[in-house]
Every structure is written in structure tokens, then in C-alpha cells.
């Protein structure tokens, strides 16, 4: 009798152990889910930069800091009109290509329509998640909320543990 109560305790221990892991399985697959599209929208703004390189550089082949892809610390330019981003129009400029960008983004990622400050486009500064005035790298950063310890990057996020960074930074 003793040896069917052990058997169903240990097997009790195994069915609590496989649902954490379940549970941390869900949790882990929106991580990434969440993750793949910032990733997506990151690489869409640079391919974007990189097709308009003569709104990027100036004539020397430096950035151009004054370029309208780079947010400031003015932010974003005035929101696009609804539908005005769908399809974006060829003829759009940086500003608008811009606006169109951070539109998708606060509607993509969870939480990321109040979170217009944490999401810049900028020249890249000398530590991540810092914009700079030097150098031929261009930082993109976005956020999106997340419950109170399900980001898997807390230690790197700052203060705010509900808020999840994705950075990117290249040279194009």
C-alpha cells in the first residue's frame, strides 16, 4: 500500500512539473513572438532608410544629422491621418515614412502606444540606447509593455520592468 502512495506522489510531482513548464513554454513563445516582430519592424525602418540613402547621408557620404528619419528630442512629427499609411504612398517623405513606421509599431507591439519616448530612430550614441552626434551607425529602439516580469531582458530594460527594449544597430 505504501508503494502506491509514493508511486502517485511521485507521479503528482511530475504532472506540477510538466505544467510550469507549459506555462513557461506560453510565456517563452510570446517573449519570442513579440521579439521576432520588433526584430521585423527594426529591419523594415533600416530598409526603408537605406532605399531613401540620399535623405540618410549627405553628399560627402556622412549621415546627415538633420536627416527627418532621425527622431530628436522634439519626437515624432504629427501622426499620419487614418489610412494615409495604407499602402504607404511611393512619393512619402522621410517624415511621413517615419510617422507611418511608429503607427505600425504602437499597433504591432502590445503596449506600445503610450511608449513613443522609448522608440527612436537616431545616429547611435557610444552605449546602447543612447543617441549620439558621431559616427556612421544608426540606432533603432522599440517597446512594448509586458506584465511585470515577463520580459526576458528585465536586467537590460532600466528601471521599468514592464517594459521590453528591442535595439538594433547597423550601418547601411
Not at 540620399?54 to 519626437?75: H, I, K
Not at 530612430?121 to 506584465?147: D, F, M, N, P
Amino acid at each position: 500500500m505504501i508503494e502506491v502512495l509514493v508511486a502517485l506522489l511521485l507521479i503528482c510531482i511530475g504532472v506540477l512539473g510538466m505544467v510550469a513548464m507549459q506555462g513557461r513554454t506560453v510565456q517563452y513563445t510570446q517573449d519570442s513572438v513579440q521579439r521576432s516582430t520588433a526584430a521585423m519592424l527594426a529591419n523594415e525602418m533600416l530598409e526603408t532608410m537605406r532605399s531613401n540613402r540620399d535623405q540618410v547621408y549627405t553628399a560627402s557620404g556622412n549621415l546627415n544629422p538633420n536627416s527627418a528619419y532621425f527622431t530628436g528630442s522634439d519626437g515624432y512629427p504629427e501622426a499620419p491621418e487614418e489610412g494615409s499609411c495604407q499602402p504607404l504612398p511611393a512619393n512619402a517623405n522621410p517624415a511621413e515614412q517615419l510617422n507611418c513606421w511608429l503607427t505600425r509599431v504602437q499597433e504591432t507591439l502590445p503596449g506600445a502606444s503610450g511608449l513613443a519616448a522609448e522608440v527612436h530612430v537616431c545616429r547611435a550614441g557610444s552605449s546602447a540606447g543612447t543617441c549620439g552626434s558621431a559616427g556612421r551607425a544608426i540606432e533603432i529602439q522599440v517597446a512594448w509593455r509586458v506584465k511585470s516580469g515577463e520580459c526576458m531582458d528585465a536586467a537590460d530594460s532600466g528601471d521599468d520592468k514592464t517594459i521590453c527594449r528591442y535595439r538594433v544597430r547597423a550601418e547601411i
